[in-house]
């Protein structure tokens, strides 16, 4: 919600095109919002709430990543916590000067510990979850993709989106088919 609500008062402005009005959600970046003044020249009245969602986020999925280390076994349990938990406090620095760095060490990081979950998942039957973890992974893996190489950048907006998009379908959708693990270690 604070996502949308930064978007609305966005002043306007992209990358290509500094003259569009408002956030264009299929041309704009997540970071875009993030800055103090738009593409457009003007101050960003949705800045505060882009920051806060943009930490908000990574620190809620800390308590999920302990939620998927109840699929998988020994080892593979503590890094799922581990990893996951430090992919995601890592994640809430993008909006620093630590951008870049914080996407190279999150991304592995969290990769390595959904690629553990979905191991899990399939372990304990959740087969149907897979599509859906699939189609996130490979969003997001095109989206980093896309902006390692700078390649098609003007489609990266929106992939962007619909990782992010899958993501969190798959993080509501693996949340309640996994609800009854809840008491269990």
Same mark, same amino acid.
């Given at each position: #919600?604070?996502?949308? =609500? ?22 704009? +970046? ?8 738009? +593409? ?7 800045? %505060? +709430? ?7 986020? %990574?620190?809620?999925l800390i308590p999920f990543c ?24 890592? *994640? ?15 991304? %592995?990081?969290? &990769? ?13 039957? &959740? ?5 859906? *973890? ?11 993709? #896309? ?8 489609? #990266? %907006?929106?992939?962007?989106? =619909? ?5 969190l379908s798959w993080v509501v ?13």
């Amino acid at each position: #919600m604070l996502y949308f =609500l930064a978007a609305s008062l966005y002043p306007g402005g992209t990358r290509v095109d500094r003259a569009t009005l408002g956030y264009a959600h299929f041309s704009n +970046y997540w970071c875009d919002l993030l800055d103090a003044v738009s +593409y457009s020249g003007s101050p960003n009245p949705g800045r %505060p +709430y882009a920051l806060v969602a943009t930490v908000a986020l %990574p620190l809620t999925l800390i308590p999920f990543c302990f939620r998927l280390a109840r699929l998988a076994r020994g080892r593979e349990r503590w890094f799922i916590r581990g990893a996951g938990s430090l992919a995601m406090l890592l *994640a809430t620095l993008i909006f620093t000067r630590l951008h870049d760095l914080a996407i190279n060490l999150a991304g %592995p990081l969290g &990769f390595c510990a959904f690629a553990l979950a979905l191991r899990g998942l399939l372990r304990k039957g &959740f087969r149907r979850l897979l599509l859906l *973890a699939g189609a996130a992974l490979a969003l997001s893996l095109l989206n980093y993709l #896309m902006w390692q190489t700078r390649s098609l950048l003007f489609l #990266m %907006p929106l992939a962007q989106k =619909l990782a992010y998009a899958a993501l969190l379908s798959w993080v509501v959708a693996t949340t309640f088919a996994t609800n009854e693990l809840g008491a269990k270690s």
